[in-house]
């Protein structure tokens, strides 16, 4: 008989979730780690009788060992958790809830590796702009063994072709994780707006969007957690590395769509055009800043440009960033910045295109940020 996967055995849980817990709600506090990997513990909320439904004002501020996460050294290692947004949580139900937290320093600074303050900053400032973002999040299955999912051992699949949108067994692989991920995030209220499998077998991409401002990080980052949870009750892996595996296979990416209240409004082509050369302009900035080996991925083959030189196009998946063929049409509408890596921090990345085409905000400096961000 074969080893039982890790995880294979959560259909068991089943028996348990639907216990009473005398009123207690479970609220798990998720926080992005000092080298974006996502961590979450769950803490009991007790209230006296019965509480209708948790918000955000019902949570306090927690704290946790940042010495154990790269977030802070062990002779001073309290990292406090401040809870920013609440989802319905998928796996507990009921009226337990997801809790997204900023990290800040006991001082109440914002820790080293937190940019969502920055980045709430930059559209807090230009809200009546009402910035729009999708993100096309491409990832990759990996089993236990680090082994891409399903691929033969010691060789390969047929080469690239079948497996883009694929349908059928030996072109998809896992699309249970998959639909797993998209009843989740639509029932804790993430905007996904859609899924499909990728060019190479076994990486998938999800969308979410559009987010405005600000929401577009929280809500990639716990559609981010909901994947690396569900794959845990199917034993799969999940990598958000730019290029998985070297060769003639595709890597993975975040394109970032975006759109400003004026780029919407008839005529906007031209607001996009003129955003476009402000983004080219800071073309060396973004690229340092969107994604760790993200040089492996921008080759310029595979759908993606080279890194040395920004370009903008109609139409072209071979440009740093399309304007969508409808968008050209109707003169208005979004464009979709095709450099970032699929290990982005969303943050980082929302942020800095915001503080290039729309402004920046006294004292915030994403770029700066990120570069300090990576020094001892
Ligand atoms: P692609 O054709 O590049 O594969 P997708 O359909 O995968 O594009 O993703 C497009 C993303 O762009 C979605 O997340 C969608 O919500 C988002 N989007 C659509 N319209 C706008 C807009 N006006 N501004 C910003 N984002 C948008
Ligand atoms: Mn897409
Ligand atoms: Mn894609
Ligand atoms: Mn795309």
């Known amino acids: 008989m074969e080893a039982l996967v890790p995880g294979s055995q959560t259909s068991s849980l089943l028996r348990y979730l639907d216990l009473p817990t005398n009123g207690a709600v479970i609220a798990e506090y ?6 974006l990997g996502i961590r979450s513990k769950a803490k009991t909320l007790c209230y006296k009788g019965e509480i209708e439904e948790v918000t955000l004002k019902d949570l306090p501020i927690w704290n946790f060992d940042g010495s154990s996460t790269g977030q802070a050294p062990g002779d001073n290692s ?26 800040l320093n006991n001082d109440g600074t914002p820790n080293k590796y937190n940019f969502r303050h920055d980045c709430e900053l930059i559209f807090e400032k230009h809200k009546d702009e009402v910035t729009w973002f999708g993100i096309e999040q491409e990832y990759t299955l990996l089993d236990q063994f680090n ?21 059928g067994t030996g072109k998809v692989n896992c699309r249970d994780i998959v639909d797993a991920h998209y009843f989740a995030c639509l029932y804790a209220g993430i905007n996904i707006s859609g ?10 991409e999800f969308q979410v969007g559009p987010c405005v401002g600000i929401e577009m990080g929280d809500q990639l980052t716990i559609a981010r957690y909901f994947l ?127 503080e290039s085409i729309l402004g920046f905000v006294d004292g915030v400096d994403m770029y700066k940020k990120y570069v300090d961000s990576k020094k001892e």
């Open 195 to 204: 899924v499909n499998a990728e060019v190479m077998p076994s990486q998938w």
């Open 30 to 35: 998720v926080w992005i780690d000092g080298n």
């Open 228 to 354: 690396h949870r569900i794959a845990e009750d199917f034993g799969v892996k999940v990598t958000f590395h730019p290029k998985p595996l070297k060769g003639d296979w595709n890597g993975a990416g975040c394109h970032t769509n975006v759109s400003t209240a004026s780029m919407r409004a008839e005529g906007g082509l031209k607001v996009i055009e003129a955003a476009l050369e402000k983004l080219g302009a800071r073309h060396a900035q973004h690229i340092e800043a969107y994604g760790e080996d993200n040089h492996e991925r921008l080759t310029g083959r595979h759908e993606t440009a080279s890194m040395e030189k920004f370009s903008y196009g109609v139409a072209n998946r071979g440009a740093s960033v399309r304007i969508p063929r409808s968008v050209a049409l109707e003169n208005k509408g979004y464009f979709e910045d095709r450099r970032p890596a699929s290990n982005i921090d969303p943050y980082v990345v929302t942020g800095l295109i915001g």
């Open 147 to 167: 082994h891409i999912y399903g691929w033969p051992k010691g060789g390969f699949p047929e080469p690239q072709g079948p497996y883009y949108c694929g349908v």
């Open 78 to 103: 309290d990292i406090l958790l401040k809870p920013v947004s609440i989802y319905k949580d998928p796996f507990r139900r009921g009226k337990h809830v997801i809790v997204l937290a900023e990290c």
